[in-house]
Structure formats: structure tokens, C-alpha cells
């Protein structure tokens, strides 16, 4: 996101909306091809996520929820690692530049990046013909040696998760005219809450300094409870056992599985929950959820991590198995 000393028309974009978000002076008020970032001693974290248009978000949805959706996704990465936010870059494939749409988009983003602590860093923008898409990659500072990783489940850990699952899911079913949209036709309250949940994530920052005191391993539930939750196992040589009936669920989504209206497998593998899921060691799984009571944040047990190689296996109230036919989103 640089300017030349001859604006192009690229130049005066970045210079008009997106100058203002570039707080951190490592950013060089985006003048120069590069930024700096101090690491301070900590380990610095980095992820990156892209949201596309037509699969992460509507081409209706307002500009300002996909530049928050578009930051917060990455945010919510973070928080999983234990990190705290540092800064991030952009790369915005815009198919125009347009005032209405650029305008709050950036002032979206401007304001999260504000109240994340996560001020933009640099970046670039091109043209597409094609469908938009936004890249931010998004860093994070650790104490050294402390990020947490996908690798340290143990037999024994109990498996534990931030918030709700499966809002997300059910918002985006409400906007395509899916069967939640019919089963919640008389509450549009229920309704909004659910298209919130999907437009707009609410990443778990706040218990980043818990999730690294206490959690042996973590990420963030971005394609799927039960998808997400296999992926941990595996790469920490684990499996697991869930009681499905404790997993967390939003009074609305209760309410629509209760009504037959869509199947628990739509909420465990629906994805863009963007909530924190970890394995504790007993001792100190107690301490997390308080964490989280403290920051007003539910934290709930949902199972636990055995020993063994195969897939986690989901128990019904009865303490049947439930055969799930798809675990989480793919994009392949």
C-alpha cells in the first residue's frame, strides 16, 4: 500500500480511506512498500484468512459487517493461540471503487482495528473482474515458547469451548431461505441474532491470557465443531468423546432442533462459529471458565480427550452414537 511521489488512482484509494487505520509507526503511514513490527522479546504469531465473496459472505451483506467479518475471523485465530493482537495487512480484489461501498467498509474497519488493538499495518489493493475477495494477515505477540498450539491434547484433558455453536450456520440458512428462515418466521428477533452471528463474529480476545495459562491445546471453530475438533485430535494423536447434549446452544437454535426443524449435524458441522475450542487438564479447567465468567463469557465443558487413534465419537443424551455424514465445511 504505498504512494509514489506521481498518485495513481490506487494511491489516492489507499490515501483516502485506508491511511487513517495505519496507527502503529512501524506502518509509516503507508508510504513505503514495508512495515516494521517490534517483537518486544515475545514470539510473534501470524495467521491469515481470505473471505470471498459468494462463499464467506452475501454480495448483499453491508460493506461495513464484511470488513469487520474479514478481520475478525483472523482475530479469533489469534485469541485461540493464546495471542494478543499486534497489527495486520490487507489485501483488498475490489471489481470497483466506489465511495458507497468503500466509505463504510473502511470505517468498519478502522473502528475494529481500534478496538481490537490491531492497527493496519500495510497491504495492497487490485482490480477483479471476478467476485471481491479480502486477505488480512493478522499478528499477534506471545510470551516466548507460550503460543498454543493444536499438539499438546492428553488423554484425560477435557475438551472445553467458548459461547455458541452453530448461529452462524442458521444465519446464513436464514438468508438463503433455508428451513430456519421458515421456522422462524414469526420471530424476527431470533432471526436478526442469527444473521448477526454469521455477518459479524465475535472473537474471544479476552480470554486469550486464559486459554495460554491453562489450555494444552486450542483453535478456533471456524468450518465446524465436529470437523475442527477432529483436526485437533489428530494432530495431537488423540480422539475424544463428546456428549452432544452439553454443547452450547443459543436459546433460537435450541429451539429449532427441538421443533425438528434442522438436525443437530447442521450446528456441529455447520462452521463460522468462530468461538474458542481447548482441551484443559482437569486441574485447571475450572480456572478457565471462571476466566471467562469474569470477562462475561460462557465457557462450556463438552467432553473429553481418550487415547486412541480414531475419529471422536458423539453421544446423544442416551449415550448413543450419532452418525454424522459430514463433520464440517470444505471448500474442495
Given at each position: 500500500m504505498a504512494n509514489q511521489q506521481n498518485p495513481s488512482a490506487e494511491d489516492a484509494?489507499?490515501?483516502?480511506?485506508?491511511?487513517?487505520?495505519?496507527?502503529?509507526p512501524g506502518a509509516f503511514g503507508l508510504v513505503d512498500d514495508a512495515a516494521v513490527l517490534s517483537s518486544s522479546g515475545d514470539d510473534i504469531v501470524v495467521t491469515t484468512d481470505a473471505v470471498v465473496e459468494g462463499v464467506h459472505y452475501l454480495a448483499t451483506d453491508p460493506p461495513e459487517t464484511i470488513a469487520r467479518k474479514a478481520l475478525r475471523v483472523n482475530l479469533s485465530d489469534l485469541a485461540a493461540k493464546g495471542a494478543a493482537p499486534a497489527g495486520f495487512v490487507?489485501?483488498?480484489?475490489?471489481?470497483?471503487?466506489?465511495?458507497?461501498?468503500?466509505r463504510p467498509f473502511a470505517d468498519a474497519l478502522?473502528?475494529?482495528?481500534?478496538a481490537f488493538a490491531c492497527p493496519l499495518l500495510g497491504g495492497d489493493?487490485?482490480?477483479t473482474p471476478g467476485p471481491q475477495m479480502i486477505s488480512i494477515t493478522a499478528f499477534g505477540r506471545v510470551p516466548k515458547g507460550r503460543m498454543v498450539g493444536r499438539t499438546g491434547a492428553r488423554a484425560g484433558d477435557r475438551i472445553l469451548v467458548t459461547g455458541t455453536i452453530g448461529d452462524a450456520a442458521l444465519g446464513l440458512d436464514v438468508l438463503t431461505g433455508g428451513a430456519a428462515?421458515?421456522?422462524?418466521a414469526s420471530d424476527p428477533a431470533g432471526r436478526e441474532a442469527l444473521i448477526s452471528r454469521y455477518r459479524v463474529p465475535q472473537p474471544r480476545n479476552v480470554l486469550a491470557r486464559a486459554v495460554r495459562d491453562h489450555a494444552s491445546a486450542a483453535m478456533d471453530v471456524s468450518d465446524g465443531l465436529a470437523g475442527d475438533l477432529t483436526k485437533l485430535c489428530a494432530a495431537s494423536g488423540?480422539?475424544?468423546?463428546?456428549?452432544?447434549?452439553?454443547?452450547?446452544?443459543?436459546?433460537?437454535?435450541?429451539?429449532?432442533?427441538?421443533?425438528?426443524?434442522?438436525?443437530?449435524?447442521?450446528?456441529?458441522?455447520?462452521?463460522?462459529?468462530?468461538?474458542?475450542?481447548c482441551t484443559v487438564p482437569p486441574a485447571q479447567s475450572d480456572a478457565l471458565i471462571a476466566a471467562g465468567r469474569a470477562a462475561g463469557l460462557s465457557v462450556a465443558a463438552i467432553g473429553t480427550?481418550?487415547?486412541g487413534q480414531k475419529r471422536p465419537r458423539f453421544l446423544d443424551g442416551q449415550g448413543r452414537e450419532l452418525t454424522l455424514k459430514r463433520l464440517s465445511y470444505s471448500h474442495f
Open positions: 484509494l489507499i490515501a483516502r480511506y485506508f491511511k487513517p487505520l495505519a496507527t502503529d490487507l489485501t483488498l480484489a475490489l471489481r470497483s471503487k466506489e465511495d458507497a461501498w468503500l478502522g473502528e475494529d482495528a481500534k489493493t487490485v482490480s428462515a421458515e421456522g422462524l488423540v480422539t475424544a468423546t463428546v456428549d452432544v447434549a452439553s454443547v452450547p446452544l443459543s436459546a433460537t437454535a435450541a429451539s429449532l432442533v427441538a421443533r425438528n426443524v434442522v438436525c443437530v449435524e447442521t450446528l456441529l458441522a455447520g462452521g463460522d462459529d468462530y468461538e474458542v475450542l480427550i481418550v487415547a
